[in-house]
Nanobody, 121 residues
Framework: QVQLVESGGGLVQAGGSLRLTCAAS????????MGWFRQAPGKEREFVGS????????SYTDSVKGRFTISRDNAKNTLYLQMNSLKPEDTAVYYC??????????????WGQGTQVTVSS
């Protein structure tokens, strides 16, 4: 089992940037594909992006392509989400998840507690 802790959320103006961090508890972090998901008030949790266990392959939902970048540092057991050109519609609780497959949310067995991102217009 792996425990995940997100940080880096906050309040930012539209057009600004934030970097989210997800710290994993186990040295086997490098064995896991990782994903970022988000959930806005009154909406279902949705896929943001994912990265393979090697870091060589990434995938993003269309609405964040060109603005968000996922990366990982396996030596530090850490996952990142760099978010640029933020929009009010990016406002949500952001979650990292481990052990799943791409955008398929139900395949991820391990989840963090989430971090709030609020983008003001």
């Amino acid at each position: 089992q792996v425990q995940l802790v997100e940080s880096g959320g906050g309040l930012v103006q539209a057009g600004g940037s934030l970097r989210l961090t997800c710290a994993a508890s186990r040295r086997t972090f490098s064995d896991y594909n990782m994903g970022w998901f988000r959930q806005a008030p009154g909406k279902e949790r949705e896929f943001v992006g994912s990265i393979s266990w090697t870091g060589e392959s990434t995938s993003y939902t269309d609405s964040v392509k060109g603005r968000f970048t996922i990366s990982r540092d396996n030596a530090k057991n850490t996952l990142y989400l760099q978010m640029n050109s933020l929009k009010p519609e990016d406002t949500a609780v952001y979650y990292c998840a481990a052990g799943g497959r791409g955008r398929f949310i139900r395949t991820y067995p391990y989840w963090g507690q989430g971090t709030q991102v609020t983008v003001s217009s």
